[in-house]
């Protein structure tokens, strides 16, 4: 049975389709509108029990004030941007070329390569815990950013490749040899024909690798010092703005906010791309 | 492989930066003061340590403080440690002084005289007569309290705790809750039970039964429940209090509809204004009145690990750092107390009145940081069991009792 588009349902059907998409978009935006609310109201108002579905009384923008001079804090989310873009920039360019080669050419050990790649992605990574630490240790560059940076870059190398190989291997084998007729090296064959088709999909895991390694909590705890100078965002909105006693709620509301900005941000900058870019790479596995 | 290790080192050794010498060795200090203001406050102090000896290279190392409460371990077991490190008395340091992890500093504590200007908190460091920490900063417990409720209703600071259970009723009478607590996260019940023990059973037998000397089913601990049931029956506690935070059972004392909070005094510097200016401070009152009236007050130390490097220079950072006035400036940030009798006398009236109650009590930690930590988990999760359901008390001593077996013995 295939999917019949809702304009095309019965009217009963529609209606019921579009006021349960209304409820559900409902039920799954409260926490999001609470914490809004939270952000505009002052520390006093929630502690003397102003909290959820209460208008902010008086309404203010202490909390964002706070949030935002908070040095630490800040550092947090510019470290955590210095991660996460070289990480993303990593896998994506070492996966395009990984999943070029993987698909497009046939050697020896290619399906033990790919199967490496893809198996990573099945282990449990609490398992990599005490060994990647020891690792980064060994090799001296334990709390430092080289370390998440390395570590993700090669861990989501794994999926990238993965989602690459199969969005490559549907671009047709004529394009690269009718390039290769017309005396293109295999560099430009990469270059020029390979790495414009294959964009969109670049840009969709942009957007997904991004918000990995941006929400990961459980590797930058364990690889970045937690020591204020080099943490990430989420554990600088779990450490820095958590009090040791008492919180502030209205300051962490803010943080939480700030911190899930930018995948936002991206998702919508590459949205076109990304769409096309999953259902791209979807139809052939 | 190891051409690559090599390499990958060699590339971020690059990175690294290469200290000169210093004549007079190293000094580090790993810290857990990791909020702005603290680390301010640390970083301060340090500062002047290294102008007073400029032959010694200081590094300070900070730790989110949640954090550092695992790194401990690494930092206690590894081949060298630092040479001062932050940490928490009684028996959160009990046990790696048995281990052998603290190194003894008594001969400072003679050389400073530490004897009697930090007489109050000497014994939260003491083991086996020999000293193996500074204690740095501490705070008091206590019930703090809403004057303008009390003369509303026409009650007075309870001498005795029958007078205690006497302004429940009254207060309950007109339908305001004698006391706030919020006991989702658990340890507020537990400095309940620490102070009803303390009043019931004294300083001496609490901790016995912190260390797991004393058995929960011993007619004392059975004593203290009975006490604490008292109060539950007083109607002193507000309703669904294991609904909430602490910090959310702040709530009804600011809205006037509860009256009193058992708590640190923590709780003062993030109460609005109005409230502050209404809340007043007591001391718990006594049950026992033969009883010596000992007090929670957590206390947090410097000490020297036994795998420490520079054992000199971490002496004489210890005796810098407890220097009175070192001592003020830090716990005025923390908004905390100095234990030092020598530091200058909080300005705070509730800072005030602790340190007056403080120097005349001895002290415990709390409850989680006086017995070990899966005792108090297990324990505090049915103290608010109790709280809950005060009629099936035996059941719950006795399967607490059971939790003390397993993890003491005996």
């Given amino acids: 049975m295939f999917p019949v588009p809702i304009e095309k349902a019965t009217k009963t059907n529609r209606v019921i389709y579009y006021s349960s998409v209304a409820l559900v978009l409902l039920l799954w935006l409260i926490p999001l509108m609470i914490i809004t609310l939270a952000a505009f109201k002052t520390a006093d108002q929630l502690n003397a029990g102003g909290r959820g579905f209460v208008l902010p009384d008086p309404f203010t923008l202490t909390a964002f004030k706070r949030t935002l001079t908070n040095e630490p804090f800040m550092a947090s989310i510019l470290n955590s941007f210095m991660v996460v873009i070289p990480v993303t920039v990593i896998s994506i360019s070492l996966a395009t070329m990984a999943g070029y080669a993987l698909s497009k050419f046939r050697f020896r050990g290619m399906i033990i390569i790919f199967a490496i790649f893809v198996g990573g992605n099945f282990i449990p990574y609490q398992v990599l815990m005490i060994p990647v630490l020891r690792l980064t240790q060994d090799i001296g560059i334990w709390n430092t950013k080289y370390a998440i940076i390395l570590f993700h870059g090669a861990f989501q190398a794994g999926f990238c490749v993965f989602f690459m190989r199969n969005f490559i291997s549907q ?85 939480s906010i700030l911190v899930a900005l930018p995948p936002v941000v991206l998702f919508f900058l590459l949205q076109k791309q990304f769409i096309s870019g999953l259902t791209m790479g979807a139809t052939k596995g | 492989m190891k051409i690559i290790k090599l390499l990958i ?176 996260y658990l340890w507020t019940a537990a400095g309940w039970f620490d102070y009803i023990n303390l009043r019931t059973n004294g300083l001496d037998y609490h901790i016995d039964l912190m260390l797991g000397k004393t058995k929960y089913t011993d007619e004392g601990v059975v004593n203290t429940f009975k006490n604490w049931a008292r109060a539950i029956d007083a109607g002193c506690f507000m309703d669904d209090h294991q609904n909430y935070s602490w910090q959310e059972a702040q709530a009804p004392l600011i809205n006037g509809e509860a009256a009193s909070y058992l708590i640190g005094n923590f709780i003062v510097a993030n109460l609005p204004e109005e409230t502050q200016e209404q809340l007043d401070f ?68 509730f800072q005030k009145a602790g340190a007056e109650m403080l120097s005349k009590s001895k002290t415990a930690q709390f409850f989680d940081r006086d017995t070990t930590p899966e005792m108090a988990k297990a324990a505090m999760q049915l103290m608010v069991d109790f709280m809950l359901e005060p009629e099936s008390m035996m059941e719950i001593l006795e399967e607490i009792e059971e939790e003390r077996s397993r993890i003491f013995g005996g």
């Fill in chain 1, 171 to 255: 671009i047709p084998n004529e394009l690269l040899e009718s390039a290769r007729v017309d005396g293109a090296t295999e560099f430009e064959i990469f270059y020029k024909i390979v790495l414009p088709l294959v964009r969109p999909a670049m840009a969709a895991l942009a957007v997904l690798i991004f918000s990995f390694v941006w929400n990961d909590f459980f590797w930058s705890l364990i690889l970045s010092p937690i020591s204020p100078s080099g943490m990430l965002a989420p554990a600088g909105l779990a450490t820095i703005i958590k009090g040791r006693f008492y919180n502030e709620y209205n300051v962490m509301a803010v943080g």
């Fill in chain 2, 9 to 184: 080192l060699s590339f971020f050794a690059l990175g690294m930066i290469i200290n000169s010498a210093f004549a007079g060795g190293k000094l580090v200090i790993a810290s857990n003061a990791s909020d702005a203001a603290p680390r301010q406050a640390m970083e301060d102090i340090v500062a002047k340590f290294q102008a007073a000896n400029p032959d010694i290279e200081v590094v300070l190392n900070t730790t989110e403080h949640e954090a550092f409460k695992t790194a401990i371990r690494t930092i206690l077991a590894a081949d060298k440690g630092p040479d001062v490190a932050t940490w928490f008395a009684g028996n959160r340091m009990a046990g790696f002084v048995a281990d052998g992890l603290f190194a003894d500093v008594s001969d400072v504590w003679a050389s400073e005289g530490w004897g009697n200007s930090m007489s109050s908190t000497m014994p939260s460091v003491t083991f086996n007569g020999k000293q193996y920490a500074v204690p740095f900063s501490y705070y008091q417990w206590g019930v703090y309290y809403r004057k303008d409720i009390y003369d509303a209703n026409g009650i007075s600071i309870p001498k005795t705790y029958d007078e205690f259970l006497d302004n429940c009723k009254k207060l309950k009478a007109n339908g305001i809750a004698s006391v706030a607590i919020g006991t989702k």
């Fill in chain 2, 282 to 349: 007591y001391q718990f009152p006594p049950i026992d009145p033969n009883m010596e009236l000992g007090e929670d007050a957590p206390t947090e130390i410097i000490f020297m690990p036994a795998n420490a490097q520079n054992v000199e220079n971490g002496k004489k950072f210890m005796a810098f750092y407890a220097q009175p006035e070192n001592l003020t400036a830090m716990n005025n940030v923390l908004g905390q107390l100095s234990p030092h009798s020598g530091s200058a006398a909080p300005s705070d009236r």
